[in-house]
Nanobody, 126 residues
Framework: VQLQASGGGLVQVGGSLRLSCAAS????????LGWFRQAPGKEREFVAA????????FYSDPVKGRFTISRDNAKNTVILQMNSLKPEDTAVYYC????????????????????WGQGTLVTVSS
């Protein structure tokens, strides 16, 4: 199983970035997906999650209203659209996948996830 995250980079405050995570080696539609981030010197934190079918999503309070998670089960891809970026969004962003039986289940806890991508760095400059 591989999760390949991409799309990170340097952006100014108020800008946008679109992160993508391509999955292979798994039955993608059987997995709930999530994005996490880890800033320098801080613990990993939950950012957003989407259910197997894409119909349910959940966001952390710091990103709610600015970030949107979506998935394309035909392309085995999960997307994190990030708008109105702030300096505190600077972090390495990781995608993760958790096999679940329930179509609508959202997974928030990092310890529940089975597979992780390698991370992509997002830097927001002020």
């Amino acid at each position: 199983v591989q999760l390949q995250a991409s799309g990170g980079g340097l952006v100014q405050v108020g800008g946008s970035l679109r992160l993508s995570c391509a999955a292979s080696g798994l039955t993608f539609s059987s997995y709930a997906l999530g994005w996490f981030r880890q800033a320098p010197g801080k613990e990993r934190e939950f950012v957003a999650a989407v259910s197997r079918g894409g119909g349910s999503t959940f966001y952390s309070d710091p990103v709610k209203g600015r970030f949107t998670i979506s998935r394309d089960n035909a392309k085995n891809t999960v997307i994190l659209q990030m708008n109105s970026l702030k300096p505190e969004d600077t972090a390495v962003y990781y995608c993760a996948a958790d096999q679940v039986n329930v179509l609508w289940k959202i997974v928030v806890g990092g310890d529940e996830y089975d597979y992780w991508g390698q991370g992509t760095l997002v830097t927001v400059s002020s």
